[in-house]
């Protein structure tokens, strides 16, 4: 009984002493980093020229951190004699990143894929109102949207996304 | 008065000495602190420890730390009893320091000589219980409280073990004098052989374990850090503290732990002397081997610290009463009769 | 001094669980009242234990929760499927997914709708992700709490592992979001299975290590044996669920006892029990879970059928009018969603049972007549997320 517990105390100080000699697992961020995988949602990235205005991703968010106005202008037909055709054009697009939950709701729900995932996180602020990001800088993220990879095997493939 | 071979004045030697023990407990509780608490501890824990602060590898974080502690505010609640808070680290630090004064670190290099060192160096060790129960109550907090009642409990009960151990030592070398017993383990035999002098760890290993366990237990460090459960209690009588107090209770934790090892290393291991190395030689390197065996047995003792989960306070003086004493008895007992056989 | 208007007086009797949660330096009546909490190392999370001392023995105490209520049922009122979802994620944040799965199962019930099997597989996976990523935690943590301030670091390591998997398939380490009415959002990533075997493999070889250094070490053991012994009768009555009342001896599983839900019936694994009842066994119960959990993951990445992920469901999703209860096998305990639909895209009302709040309900009887320190190991072994107390 006695030989159990000193022998349950020596390997318990076992264990730690080997841990002390393999190498730490700690990435030193910023001078080395990790790549997040290309799903990790870090980031909304808006293409603009796909969004047509139609405020599904506005209405569809949980804590509706998206807000957009725009207006709508005519455009010439697309065959001669034909009926004008209107547009939306996007005049705000705005995603207030200190509300945003990081769902994905937005990205699924557009039916234009006008909104990707990016896997960029670096984007902190010092204040809370600079996390309010205009249609501006979610276009420049579009550079950051990777390409989806590859599925595993046995999964259907199907047309789209 | 002669400091070496020096003959200065009285004053003047007064004003070295204390200025070397002084600047010695802060220095050597800084590079424990540093060695064992960060760098150590990170790496059982798989992880690095400070490595930004000063550049290579952090060495600047406990220094930066103790600037920062000195630069706050010294807050008392309302209800504490403020001259006996403001007292309390002072007392512990006091005792810390006291300890220093009988260690030897070379042939010559002592600050105080005592011829009855060992019985020195425990009794004042002991001061620190006054402080932590003096924190403990005057902070005017149930955390506090409950944790300076168990405080006393533990280390008074751990004097017991902590005493009888060195005992053994005793026996075995015939001095109480520190120097006279690291004397004794370089020039002694191992039952007539004396290739590497006497080491008493050898002989007195039980000694040295329950040195160590108690020395351990009077630290109040894990498995038997009751008094300071960081998680229960939240630093228990240090609750209340901050700024400069709470660094002096922190140094004085790395200060006794420096201390115990220092008394552990020159009771067990042989403090500064080398088998074969005498004279000036011993002068020379005598700081550097026991910087060594101080190290090494305080990484024993920070090994146990990072390793085990912490006694309940009734296992803890089970542990005592019922196992520890009874062995240091014994202990006691063979060491007499075999002293008296050979 | 607040007046009480006439017809609302409250029975005093009520308000006798408030006697004696005064904070104070004054010790009435010899006992001592500590308050610990809500900021608290040892209560994980915003809880307030009121407990009265005579020394170091605890008299009575009484849990004081509410300190993280968000409003979840309400919340649900106002949000479609999806949303709710989302949100759903957060209420046991440590295995997020799990959460998610009876409240879509909920849904599917009422639409009569089946997931195809490859979803169905994937969501046992994922569920069994979570599993052993809060116990990995719990292993690390409860190490902790008694002392041990080593395990930690090595549950938080062994962790990342099975957080980078479920980042992988997911995007989302703590909120995968990934369940959807029907099946999953996605497929899983090129490469996944394979180091999902690898993981599982270092899952495993963690848990070997906690057995050493936490399991194995005689004063963990003296501080947890025999230590807030919960009988199988008294934990039932109080609504006590999943390892903790395994661990007193019982052998229910959902999983397997319960109504037939995702993939447990194709998989080879087994219900652990321990007959004791105290703080170390249900640390071991759940040390066996998580390899248990581990096997299973293999056992479902090798078996994992080829097909679509998603049934075949409408665009906009609107649930037709009824009232389903799904419960199932949470980390923490059986968890279950009362979901009452009125035909519209969103829920009417959803209520949610989370099993924190009934395992936390025993603490008033548990704790009598402990110590201080075995308050702390106690709060420890019953694993309860705050989140999940409160929602």
Known sequence: MVMREVKGMLSGLGVTLRTMFEPAVTVQYPHESEDPPIRARGVIALKEESCTVCMLCCRSCPDWCIYIEGHKEKRPPRREGGRERTAGILDRFDIDYALCMYCGICVEVCPFDALFWSPEFEYCATDIRSLLHDKNKLGDWMTKVPEPGPLESGAQVKGKK | ?342 | MTVTPPGFEVDPSLLRHLDGAQIGVELDNGDMVLSMGPQHPATHGTLRLVVRLDGERVVAADPVIGYMHRGYEKLTEFRTYPQVTTLVNRIDWLSSFANEVPFVHAAEKLMEVEAPPRAEYIRTALTELARVATFLLFLGEMGLQVGAITPTFYGFRDREYVLNLIEGATGGRFHPNFNRIGGLKDDLPWGWVAECRSAMRKVLDACDDFEDLVLGNPIFEKRTRSIGIIPAVIGASYGVSGSNLRASGVDWDLRRDGEPYLAYRDLDWKVWTHPDGDSFSRYWVRLQETRESARMVLQLVDGLPSGPIMAKVPRVIKVPPGEVWVSTENPLGEMGYYVVSKGSTGPFRVKIRSASFSNVSILPWLLKGCYVPDVISILASLYFILGDIDR
């Open chain 2, 1 to 342: 008065m002669s400091i070496l071979a020096l003959d200065i004045g009285w004053g003047t030697t007064l004003a070295v000495k204390t200025l070397v023990v002084m600047l010695l407990i802060p220095l050597g509780a800084l590079i424990f602190g540093y060695v064992f608490l960060f760098k150590m501890m990170a790496h059982m824990q798989s992880r690095l420890g400070p490595m930004e602060s000063g550049g290579f590898h952090g060495w600047f974080q406990l220094v930066g730390d103790g600037i920062k502690f000195v630069q706050k505010e010294d807050i008392f609640p309302e209800k504490a009893d403020r001259h006996v808070m403001a007292l309390a680290p002072f007392i512990v630090m006091l005792s810390t320091f006291l300890v220093f004064l009988v260690v030897p670190a070379g042939p010559r290099i002592v600050v105080a000589p005592l011829d009855v060192g060992v019985f020195y160096a425990l009794a004042v060790s002991s001061l620190s219980v006054i402080g932590v129960v003096m924190a403990g109550w005057a902070s005017a907090n149930k955390y506090a409280l409950i944790s300076a009642l168990r405080a006393t409990g533990q280390l008074i009960a751990y004097e017991v073990p902590l005493v009888l151990a060195v005992v053994g030592v005793v026996i075995q070398s015939g001095t109480m004098s520190l120097q006279g017993i690291v004397l004794a383990q370089r020039d002694g035999a191992i039952f007539g052989w004396d290739g590497i002098g006497h080491p008493f760890v050898l002989t007195q290993i039980v000694g040295f374990t329950l040195f160590i366990v108690a020395a351990q237990a009077e630290l109040t460090q894990p498995p038997f850090d009751m008094p300071v459960a960081e998680s229960e209690i939240v630093g228990g009588y240090m609750v209340e503290y901050s700024g400069f107090r709470f660094l002096l209770f922190f140094l004085a934790e790395f200060g006794t732990a420096f201390a115990f090892a220092a008394l552990a290393a020159t009771l067990f291991l042989g403090g500064w002397a080398l088998p074969g190395v005498h004279g000036g030689a011993a002068d020379a390197f005598g700081p550097v081997v026991v910087l060594v065996k101080v190290m090494f047995v305080a990484f024993l003792m920070f090994w146990a610290r990072f390793t085990y989960p912490r006694m309940r306070e009734d296992q803890l003086q089970a542990l005592a009463w019922k196992w520890l004493i009874p062995i240091a008895l014994v202990n006691i007992l063979v060491t007499g009769a075999l002293k008296v056989v050979f």
